[in-house]
Structures are given as structure tokens and as C-alpha cells.
């Protein structure tokens, strides 16, 4: 009875939490200087894609900041354009390709569900429910 009551609980709170990891977050839109200060971590002349208020992107090198935004340079109309991107038109800014790989993810993802698993497993073999 309790091996059972032990596996619901470990089923649940499982589901549980794949269940919250897959819900998408509310988007909150940064405010100047929360994203001034992201953009004074971020490297100089790093490649970010930068996402507009207006759902433009544009993908381009960081420039020098000031109090009401950043330079990008990136290509336009076949040369090199810098622009002045204003803070309050911003929606998000990422730098490209940094963080890990997909693969390295799925991999991630399935070493989890087998320690889990393991986990689950051992539980249930230590309350007397492994054939014996």
C-alpha cells in the first residue's frame, strides 16, 4: 500500500515539474535600465540580435553605449550601417551564439529523466517492491 501511494506521489511531482519547465514565461518588456546594464555585461563589438518594439530584428555588432542607447553596426542596402538604437524601442537583445547546443540539451534532458528514473526506482526497491 505505501509502495503504491509512494509511486502516485513520485508520478505526480514529476509531471509536476516537466509540466512547469514546459510552460512558456510571460514576456516582461525591459525597462532602460535594466537593459543598459544588461548591454554593459555583454562584450564589446559581441554579435547580438537585437528585437524591436516595431518586430524588426536586426543582427550587428555592439557599439558604444550612452545614457539613452547603444550603437549596432550591422549590414544594410550592401555597406556597413552603424545606427542608434534607443533604449525604450527595445524588446530584447541576445547574444548570438552563446549558450549550449541542442544537442547538448537533448543529452541534458535525458540524463535527467534517467536519473529520475534511477532515483524512482531505487525508492521503490527500498520499500520492499523489487520482486522480493
Known amino acids: 500500500m505505501v509502495q503504491r501511494e509512494l509511486a502516485i506521489v513520485c508520478a505526480v511531482l514529476l509531471l509536476r515539474s516537466s509540466l512547469a519547465v514546459a510552460s512558456p514565461s510571460q514576456a516582461i518588456p525591459p525597462t532602460s535600465s ?55 524601442s527595445v524588446k530584447s537583445v541576445n547574444v548570438v551564439g552563446k549558450g549550449l547546443n541542442f544537442v547538448v540539451k537533448v543529452f541534458i534532458g535525458i540524463g535527467i529523466v534517467a536519473g529520475v528514473s534511477l532515483a524512482v526506482g531505487a525508492i521503490i526497491c527500498a520499500t520492499g517492491g523489487c520482486g522480493g
Request: hydrophobic fraction near 40%.
Open 34 to 88: 535594466d537593459l543598459k546594464e544588461r548591454l554593459t555585461l555583454i562584450p564589446g563589438n559581441s554579435v547580438i540580435e537585437v528585437k524591436l518594439a516595431n518586430k524588426r530584428k536586426i543582427r550587428g555588432r555592439l557599439g558604444a553605449l550612452t545614457d539613452s542607447g547603444f550603437e549596432l553596426q550591422h549590414a544594410g542596402d550592401g555597406k556597413i550601417v552603424t545606427e542608434v538604437v534607443p533604449f525604450d
